[in-house]
């Protein structure tokens, strides 16, 4: 697998690239964005890891270039953190979006997410743990500490969906879409109600984080 790192800052490219090679992974490194869009419409790219403050094209713009003609799942990295450079750069297409600094492992799960979702297979799990939040779904029971969560039908597979990937923002029509078997295009009362519930029974507002104008993402609680 040949990630293509776009990224202008010498320090943090060689970093990185030292990391997800020791990972496993084969990485290309570029500076422009222009270089980038070309190695993508090369071929080989399993994944793009892309900056946004590029010396020749915002990563907004590369982004939407590459959208016009691949799939390729792509991960923003950058110092950018306000919600609107999220929303912004999440419509352009992007799959996920990762506020610097972080860490390499972060950073490695977050390409096995993207990776898993862009081939449709998800290894099935019948154990799922965030902080303190245990999840069976086998037999479908839910636990937060030594309390038993008693949640509806579609309470567990909305908080299963979340949990499979802590920390990333899905957005509100991925969820229609993935749990309701639905495409909607209009009020999402029904889904904001259902994180409103679970919020409540697992002990408040913090398990679950409203990113405004995107989704929803669930957060590690201990």
């Not at 946004?52 to 799942?73: A, K, M, N, Y």
């Not at 904001?192 to 409203?210: M, T």
Request: charged letters at 25%; glycine letters at 8%; a negative charge.
């Amino acid at each position: 697998m040949t990630i293509l790192l776009v990224e202008d800052d010498r320090a943090i490219a060689d970093a990185l690239v030292d990391g997800l090679r020791d990972n496993g992974y084969d990485v290309t490194h570029v500076v422009l964005g222009s270089e980038a869009v070309a190695k993508v419409r090369g071929g080989g790219i399993t994944t793009v890891i892309l900056d946004l403050g590029l010396p020749d094209i915002d990563g907004t713009e590369v982004c939407r270039q590459i959208r016009t003609f691949s799939h390729v799942p792509i991960i923003v990295a950058s110092a950018r953190e306000t919600e609107m450079d999220r929303v912004t750069v999440l419509d352009m297409g992007a799959d996920d979006y990762v506020v610097k600094p972080f860490g390499i492992k972060e950073l490695v799960a977050r390409i096995h997410a993207v990776m898993r979702r862009a081939s449709g297979t998800v290894a099935p799990v019948t154990h799922i743990e965030v902080g303190a939040l245990v999840i069976d779904t086998k037999s479908r029971t839910v636990s937060v500490g030594e309390k038993s969560v008693a949640c509806t039908p579609k309470e567990f597979d909305l908080l299963t969906y979340l949990a499979r990937e802590p920390g990333t923002v899905f957005r509100r029509a991925d969820i229609l879409r993935d749990v309701w078997q639905t495409t909607w295009y209009g009020t999402t009362k029904t889904l904001d109600a259902h994180v409103a519930s679970i919020r409540k029974k697992l002990g408040g507002p913090e398990w679950i984080e409203s990113v405004r104008g995107v989704g929803f993402t669930l957060r590690i609680v201990s």
